[in-house]
């Protein structure tokens, strides 16, 4: 029997990618956005809108889901975005609607599927998260504290859910060439200001890291390792993919809090 799938975030980037790829390999894939006009939809591919901060639509879309085909064998929470700000200048509205989309958003869809595949007493959670979920950087705390939180939901879901033979994983990309530099990174126009304190934080930062998102790995890259998390049953918790996450996470593994920091701000200059 065809395995069934729901990806959020499937209107661009990694969620489109891994949406054509699955879809081509004989999965039946429901892609949710806020955009789903932007893919075409197939015999096994099905974008439909969805809207990960409101429960019920979420719920609505579940639903539909359980009731033409049964069953959600595998969920991909990928949908999120990157608000780039100091801590001293984000307003309240700012930082909530970071943690509302990638945190809460992930809650909410793994809460709306959790029941479903209890009942099935089988299932497949894949959450996108981030080489900067275990590494900090200036002006992306609150993008970087989201992503720690999602390794702390995969860690913990991983207890909570193998009792029902329900699998959870994350990956963590570096950067990736992708829309999200052009479209999915919200700044804040204060920190972003020639007369802010942090300009001299901002003019040596942001630059490198748009630089190094627009020059990244291929997120077909993310759609293939998730194939092989689906295909294969004693897959790890957690796996790295990309350059810059290959880098540096062995390195934040072996080194002292202060020497990892220490190469940080000598491979970013700051």
């Known amino acids: 029997m065809r395995q069934v799938v729901l990806i959020t975030g499937a209107g661009s980037g990694m969620g489109q990618k891994t949406a054509e790829f699955l879809s081509k390999r004989g999965f039946i894939v429901y892609a949710g956005s806020r955009k789903p ?3 075409k939809k197939s015999e096994s591919l099905y974008p439909f809108y969805l809207d990960i901060t409101d429960f019920e639509n979420i719920q609505n879309g579940v639903s539909d889901i359980e009731k033409k085909e049964g069953k959600i064998d595998i969920l991909v929470n990928n949908a999120g975005y990157g608000f780039v700000s ?10 909530y609607n970071q943690f509302n989309i990638n945190v809460f958003g992930v809650l909410r869809v793994s809460k709306a599927v959790i029941p479903l595949m209890r009942k099935q007493k089988s299932g497949i959670i894949i959450n996108i998260s981030s080489f900067l979920g ?11 504290a989201s992503k720690y939180a999602i390794e702390g939901i995969t860690d913990s879901l991983r207890y909570e859910l193998g009792d029902f033979n329900i699998r959870v994983h994350s ?12 479209e999915n990174l919200v700044t804040n126009d204060k920190t972003f200001d020639k007369n802010s304190p942090y300009n001299k934080i901002v003019s040596t930062l942001a630059p ?14 993310v759609a293939k390792m998730i194939f092989r998390i689906i295909t294969d ?16 996470i062995p390195m934040r593994k072996e080194l002292s809090d202060e020497d990892f920091e220490r190469r940080v701000r000598e491979y970013y200059n700051l």
Do not use: C, H, W
């Not at 275990?134 to 970087?144: A, Q």
């Not at 998102?213 to 291929?218: A, E, K, L, M």
């Not at 004693?234 to 290959?246: L, M």
């Open 233 to 248: 049953d004693k897959f790890p918790a957690r796996a790295t993919i990309g350059d810059k996450a290959k880098k540096f």
């Open 134 to 144: 275990k590494i900090g950087l200036p002006i992306l705390t609150f993008y970087n």
């Open 171 to 182: 990956i963590m990309p570096g950067f990736f060439d992708t829309k999200f530099a052009r």
């Open 37 to 39: 006009l932007e893919l």
């Open 208 to 221: 490198t890291i748009v630089n190094q998102i627009n020059n990244g790995n291929d997120s077909v890259e």
């Open 86 to 95: 100091s801590v001293e200048e984000a307003t309240e509205e700012q930082m």
